[in-house]
């Protein structure tokens, strides 16, 4: 099975001296080609820092990121941002949409900013929303949409340039359970049948027996949940689920 992403001792250190802080400690780790990967942990462990690695929005200090092979630590301003539009899937907690756009022309928005607006595009985004139950919703705006209708659209809206990685950060935590458990399925679905890879930040232990992998991380340093803990975990979510 290919590696998508590879972490290779990645550290990220704020400060120095007395006032050093490592919000990540030599972070080795790897994501393979249809696997998602849940990461949780405490407030403060370095769950967002490690997404926002991933994501190319911030350097590590120490250490190497490879996305598909290619070592991604050392890249311009401008080739991040590219590497971005082009590689990378992001879900937010809050779905994060524009406002003032159609649930359709989210979508589109992202082809515009790749420069890549055409019909093919059009066609890709009618095809997502279609696939996500939202064809009914396509000239709607966020205001007139539910939580998990928002979503949704942000689940489209990320697989539209094609990624590689969906990095999804609290994509449940402002719904409730069983609209959270969709999401997460459509997103571990969209990583299967697409051969992509996904991590996902999170505080929702109801969603994590879906999950190929759960990593723990705690100051900084990163730990994996044996097949004995997920065995307890998916026993747990289907009792409270039946009660």
């Known amino acids: 099975m290919r590696e998508k992403l590879i972490f290779e001792e990645v550290s990220k250190i704020y400060g120095e001296g007395d006032t050093e802080v490592k919000a990540l400690d030599r972070v080795s780790f790897h994501i393979n080609e249809g696997e998602f990967v849940a990461i949780v942990g405490p407030s403060g462990s370095g769950k967002s820092t490690l997404l926002s690695i991933a994501g190319v929005l911030l ?80 000239n709607h705006y966020p205001e007139n949409l539910s939580g998990g209708e928002r979503q949704r659209v942000a689940i489209a809206r990320a697989w539209m340039n094609d990624p590689e990685i969906i990095l999804a950060d609290e994509p449940t935590a402002s719904l409730d359970s069983k609209r959270g458990r969709d999401v997460v399925e459509m997103l571990a679905e969209g990583v299967k049948s697409r051969g992509k890879a996904a991590i996902m930040v999170t505080h929702d232990e109801r969603v994590l027996d879906l999950c190929d992998r759960v990593l723990t991380i705690k100051d900084g340093r990163l730990l994996e949940m044996n097949s004995t803990q997920k065995t307890n975990l998916k026993a747990s979510y289907s009792n409270n689920f039946i009660s």
């Open 59 to 138: 350097s590590p200090s120490k250490g190497r990121l490879l996305l598909d092979n290619k070592d991604i630590t050392t890249l311009s301003s401008k080739e991040m941002t590219n590497l971005r539009l082009e590689k990378i899937g992001f879900v937010f907690q809050s779905s994060n949409l524009v406002p003032f756009l159609t649930v359709r022309d989210q979508l589109l928005l992202v082809a515009e900013l790749a420069q890549k607006r055409s019909k093919v595009a059009d066609y890709k985004a009618d095809t997502l929303l279609e696939r996500l139950g939202l064809s009914h919703r396509r």
